[in-house]
């Protein structure tokens, strides 16, 4: 059985919002409910989207808001389906909800044609600058904002920690997304990465999951020595099938998001998103209480978690340094 070693307890900053004042609503007329979009082009049926939901009503719920009594939530789910995206967002704007919470690049950019007027916060969403949704960080400008992910910084590190497990590392295949606008400012970051690394970048357009089974076999005709995977829904949606291949293909991966390592992947280094998901619920309650988007500076993510999966590098034949097993936040065995 797999067993997962905690290497370093994250004491999480979210007791801060039992000091917020428990009538969240003050800035509300009395009496009104409030109602907050949650956009995600994700399924409920997936146990990561449950975790970041169940944050995101965490946090709120610290902050003193009472779920059906003073707010509700109109859930959307794409499904998967990101054309879906863009009608259920119009729909959230024709219930005129008071702000909508949008999960991922696509997702906000599906709400940000929707609506101009109505306050969006982004969760988990890629550079924000890079991808449009904002003028700059520091003042939005705009009726968005809320956390963007670094991604391109994160590219390069992913081939920074490939090269420690795989030292002699000469060629790395790179699947990636064209159709989510974050994923082309990641792919400029992570080939000038290679370029300073000395490595040769071998960039794979998936665009669905039918495209997957395909690229792996074409990394394997053109021999690579390990693989990326940029950050995307839909590719993250079929983590398991991304690792399984992976393993079939004896390729050494490293992701951004810690879910593709505990579905098998060898590496990965990100983001905490569910805490993400619970620092957006300290925006929609600024927002509610009057606050303007153009007010509340973009935040980046502080807190990174480095995985590593034991099974697979068994399986692979590879030994991780153990300078690399000593930074790690989980090693699961």
Known sequence: M?????????????????????LAVEAQQAGRVTHIGFLSPSSLSDPRTRTFVEA?????????????????????????????????????????????????????????????????????????????????????EANITGLSMMGGELVSKHLQILKEVVPNLSRVALLWNPTNSSNAPQLRHVQEAARTLGVRLQPLEVRGPG??????????????????VLLDSMLVANRARIAEFAAKSRLPGIYGLTDYAKAGGLMAYGPNVADMHWQAATYVDKI??????????????????????????????????????????????
Do not use: C, H
């Open 2 to 22: 797999t067993s997962v070693m905690d290497r370093r307890t994250f004491v999480s900053g979210v007791t801060l919002g039992l000091l917020a004042a428990p």
């Open 56 to 140: 995101f009503r965490q946090g709120l719920r610290e902050l003193g808001w009472v779920e059906d009594q003073d707010m509700t939530i109109e859930y959307r789910w794409a499904e998967e389906k990101t054309e879906r995206l863009p009608d259920l967002a119009r729909d959230l704007v024709r219930l005129k909800v008071d702000v909508v919470v949008a999960s991922t690049s696509p997702t906000v950019q599906a709400a940000k044609q929707a609506t101009g007027t109505i306050p969006i916060v982004m969760t988990n969403a890629g550079d924000a600058v890079a991808t449009g949704f904002v003028a700059n960080i520091a003042r939005p």
């Open 211 to 228: 495209e997957i089974e395909g690229v792996f076999a074409t990394m394997t005709r053109a021999p690579a020595g390990a693989v990326m």
């Open 288 to 333: 509610l209480k009057g606050r303007k988007p153009t007010d509340l500076p973009v935040e980046q993510p502080t807190k990174f978690d480095l995985v590593i999966n034991l099974k697979t590098a068994k399986a692979l034949g590879l030994t991780i340094p153990p300078s690399l097993l000593q930074r790690a936040d989980q090693v699961i065995e």
